[in-house]
């Protein structure tokens, strides 16, 4: 996927919700994952994305520990379009699951007032 354009970025190793673990669970799995990554695509990893969008200030100050040098999230927050208030390190992000289909999707990424309350 990678060799054809599509960006391979951080999730976690197990898709571990960041803020409902400890601060040593944090930093373990984040720089698991980036280490991975960095062997398996021969390239540095610096994005992260928080599994279901979900982070706390621990999560944030793991984040940027571990090396990573953007993040994106949607909890707690309207998912859609990012601004440079949002903070590098909880970009808001166009939601995509499982819960919604590809019409939607479409509908975040081409307009600049899509919201979508993340779940």
Same mark, same amino acid.
Do not use: C
């Given at each position: ?31 698991? /994952? !980036?280490? $991975?990554?960095?062997?398996? +695509?021969?390239?540095?990893i610096?994005? %992260?994305?928080?599994?279901?969008? *979900? ?6 100050k ?17 998912a859609?379009?990012? /601004? !440079?208030? $949002?903070?590098?390190?909880? +970009?808001?992000?166009?939601?995509i699951? %499982?819960?919604?289909?590809?019409? *939607? ?15």
């Amino acid at each position: 996927m990678d060799k054809y354009g599509i960006g391979i970025k951080s999730h976690t190793v197990n898709h571990e919700r960041l803020k409902l673990i400890s601060k040593d669970k944090q930093l373990k799995t984040l720089i698991q /994952s !980036k280490k $991975d990554l960095e062997k398996i +695509l021969n390239k540095k990893i610096n994005f %992260f994305a928080y599994p279901g969008g *979900a982070y706390n200030k621990s999560a944030i100050k793991s984040v940027k520990e571990a090396g990573y040098t953007m993040a994106f999230a949607v909890d707690g927050k309207w998912a859609g379009w990012s /601004s !440079k208030n $949002d903070g590098i390190f909880s +970009l808001h992000r166009v939601n995509i699951s %499982f819960f919604r289909n590809l019409n *939607a999707f479409k509908t975040g990424i081409s307009n600049s007032n899509y919201k979508y309350k993340a779940r």
